[in-house]
């Protein structure tokens, strides 16, 4: 069968896309009886040098060469962004061209009107490589996960992040330096905000919440915090429990409860996701049937974001209909759900405080007024008068501890609040 495809862009992921056709053209033939056919690419300067594998003959800067063509069946977007990106696959989907994208920004703030528009034109959204590059999280969720109850996942789904917080754990440096060296890597972008403040990581996290607990999670329900405000010597003294840090995704439902946030946490250095590495992804899930179950691999370059663009393409030309998500996608979720925002974890809690008699009982008595128990207490001697001392809770709501740390400080029982990180187990 041979389908006629156009691309939306041609960046890096779009040209990987188009070689890895070239590539792997005889297996793809072979076990699915597809052959693609890429007959237009969009592009924005039709002067641009590109690698020599691209025929300039079907590049174009129209979009409406594309929209209004009879003979298109399937576009692939890596263009990113939302403008004009919605638009243009708005109006491919409610003419009947399906799409595959891996636009996770778009995906996850407009994805009810998206499938409404698919839906209307009859035409298929496929969005595997919008989480976890190369890694097949959604196609895991819609059709080998459906018989399970999703308790629980908890995801390392940006891999910029993971690289900067791999290298300050071992080579003790601060964020700026890890950072930098990103850069040079060309693993984190000139403008690194949308990984590092965890906006990347709450988009893909909508995305993957909705599908694991069937009800649409919008971005705006998700807490977000990033990884700017951590410092090397809270990694190396979380080493010192056995800990280590992460920027972690975290969703997790019991019966209409449903909590979906992203910060770094301390996890235990047994957990399986501790031994995710560099810019690796991995999404931990816990299923009432399945159990415990991982899935690991790149989240991002070239090739592995190929292979999943690709398998969505085969599994969109071979679909006469097309599957829409069985949840009720809409923008306002069900009023039935409640997010839960005063979550329960233990904490790592880092103060300064004056090394005197009697500071330690007046925050231990904060901490017992706030109905928080307490696991560990460290002081670390630094040769003056202001000190840092380390508390690890036993489980405690948020609310209660930002209660008790406020009241510490209002107070003046304690200097500062040094560091605040969750422990996740
Ligand atoms: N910037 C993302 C990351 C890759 O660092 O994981 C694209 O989603």
Not at 106 to 118: D, K, R, V
Not at 133 to 148: A, E, V, W, Y
Not at 191 to 217: C, M, N, Q, R
Request: net charge negative.
């Amino acid at each position: 069968m041979k389908v006629n495809v156009a691309m939306l862009g041609m960046g890096n992921v779009a040209t990987g896309v188009y070689k890895t056709i070239l590539q792997n053209k005889d297996i793809i033939l072979h076990r699915d009886n597809v052959e693609f056919n890429i007959v237009k690419i969009l592009v924005k300067s039709l002067d641009k040098e590109r690698d020599p594998a691209i025929p300039s003959e079907i590049l174009t800067d129209d979009i409406n060469e594309i929209i209004n063509s009879d003979s298109i069946y399937l576009v692939v977007e890596l263009m990113g962004n939302i403008n004009p990106t919605l638009e243009y696959v708005s109006a491919l989907l409610e003419k009947g061209i399906s799409v595959v994208s891996a636009n996770k920004d778009m995906i996850s703030q407009h994805w009810p009107h998206l499938e409404a528009c698919a839906k209307e034109g009859g035409s298929g959204l496929y969005y595997e490589a919008s989480v976890g590059g190369g890694i097949p999280i959604i196609k895991t969720f819609l059709d080998s996960l459906q018989s399970n109850k999703i308790k629980k996942l908890c995801a390392i789904i940006n891999g910029t992040t993971n690289y900067i917080l791999t290298k300050m754990t071992d080579d003790a440096v601060p964020f700026e330096t890890a950072l930098n060296v990103a850069q040079e890597k060309g693993l984190a972008e000139p403008d690194p905000t949308s990984d590092v403040e965890g906006y990347d990581a709450k988009y893909k996290l909508s995305i993957l919440a909705s599908l694991a607990f069937h009800s649409k999670i919008p971005v705006s329900k998700i807490y977000c915090e990033g990884i700017t405000g951590i410092l090397p010597q809270d990694i190396q003294y979380g080493k010192n429990f056995g800990y280590i840090i992460k920027l972690l995704a975290i969703g997790k439902r019991e019966g209409n409860d449903i909590e979906v946030r992203v910060h770094p946490a301390f996890i235990p250095e047994r957990h399986p996701l501790a031994s995710v590495r560099d810019a690796y992804n991995a999404i931990f899930i816990e299923g009432d049937a399945v159990g415990q179950l991982m899935l690991y691999g790149q989240g991002a370059g070239a090739s592995p974001t190929a292979s999943a663009i690709i398998s969505d393409m085969i599994v969109a030309s071979q679909t006469a209909i097309h599957k829409y998500t069985t949840f009720e996608n809409v923008d306002v979720p069900s009023s039935q759900i409640t997010f839960i925002d005063n979550w329960t974890c233990e904490f790592y809690i880092r103060l300064i405080v004056t090394d005197e008699p009697g500071v330690l009982s007046k925050v231990a008595a904060i901490f017992a007024k706030h109905s928080i128990s307490l696991e560990s207490v460290v002081q670390k001697s630094i040769g003056h008068s202001e000190v840092p001392i380390i508390f690890i809770t036993h489980r405690a709501k948020e609310k209660d501890v930002k209660n008790a740390l406020s009241e510490m400080k209002a107070s003046g029982a304690i200097i500062d609040i040094a560091s605040l990180i969750r422990v996740e187990r």
